[in-house]
């Protein structure tokens, strides 16, 4: 049995076959053109599979992921132009006639991580998960549900205290300026020094402040669910910046509620080659197909 992953994002979409391990058979890299060509050559390399059984597809948005709306399995209201409303689900359930799961890209490595915690002892029952890189979004996994009815939470764009050596910027979130997303984004960091942040050393007094508005988001994240966990992912986050961002969090929280070890708290992702949305794509994928056998 194969399961499929599509990690569908704004600049390239990840595809993957794996077995029922979850172990990857194949994985190929397709750049986010527009919808046609890309689904095209993402439906090619699924098709060379005769016994691929389900796809887990993990998008950026905002998606539909209500099952009573008739715009279910679309790709809505995006900034991109040309993938606004894209019948994303309908056009690979069409081509494949297998089961597609269907939910955010955070929660799809949101579901990754919490699989991979599965293990570990004692076990984490919830976990929220945020990515900060192009946009900043969180994913929140309890006893292997999401949270969320209406539409998934948009934690990424909450209102946080302005830093004081922050106070001239505006933020970059075309909605709201400066909320979280506006202010400590990967684009947020490059229009306030003109350079991208994977090239900004590790000394620079940026992070002190990008630190501090991710603390206050993990601070939203432990007193609106008070989960097991909280991880960062996505192309800023590293282990240093975690550390910094457990500092000012530690400083914010003053001990007000229990969270046990901090270090073992708040961490970065731990699963290679960005690899947690594959891996939740490939157990989602699954739970769909166990749901309808
Ligand atoms: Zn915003």
Same mark, same amino acid.
């Given at each position: 049995m194969l399961l499929g992953s599509v990690e569908a994002g704004g600049t390239k979409f990840i595809c993957a076959v794996g077995n029922e391990k979850y172990q990857i058979k194949e994985k190929v890299q397709i750049l986010t053109t527009e919808p046609k060509e890309t689904l095209k050559q993402c439906i090619n390399f699924f098709k060379?599979?005769?016994?691929?059984q389900a796809i887990g597809v993990a998008s950026f948005?905002?998606? +539909?992921?209500?099952?009573?709306?008739?715009?279910?399995?679309f790709i809505t209201t995006t900034p991109k132009k040309l993938w606004q409303n894209t019948n994303l689900v309908g056009m690979i359930q069409k081509s494949l006639s297998v089961p597609v799961s269907w939910t955010t890209d955070v929660n799809g490595s949101a579901y990754g991580e919490w699989l991979n915690l599965q293990?570990?002892?004692?076990?984490?029952s919830s976990l929220v998960y945020y990515t900060v890189g192009t946009g900043i979004g969180a994913g929140i996994v309890y006893d292997g549900n999401f949270v969320g009815s209406?539409?998934?939470?948009?934690?990424?764009?909450i209102y946080v205290k302005k830093h004081p050596s922050d106070m001239n910027f505006t933020g970059v979130?075309?909605?709201?300026?400066?909320c979280l997303e506006g202010l400590a984004s990967g684009p947020a960091i490059k229009a306030r020094l003109g350079i991208a942040g994977e090239n900004i050393?590790? +000394?620079?007094?940026i992070w002190q402040i990008i630190s501090y508005y991710l603390a206050q988001a993990a601070m939203v994240a432990t007193l609106s669910f008070r989960p097991s966990k909280i991880i960062f992912g996505g192309g800023v986050s590293s282990q240093w910046l975690v550390d910094l961002i457990s500092k000012e969090f530690s400083l914010l929280l003053n001990n007000y509620v229990e969270i046990g070890n901090l270090s073992d708290y708040i961490i970065v992702s731990h699963?290679?080659?960005?690899g947690s949305a594959t891996l939740g794509n490939f157990a989602l994928a699954k739970k769909k197909l166990i749901r309808i056998i």
């Open positions: 060379q599979y005769d016994d691929l948005g905002p998606i +539909e992921t209500n099952l009573a709306s008739e715009k279910y399995g293990e570990k002892s004692p076990r984490v209406q539409g998934n939470p948009e934690l990424g764009h979130c075309p909605y709201h300026h400066d050393s590790k +000394e620079n007094k699963i290679p080659d960005n």
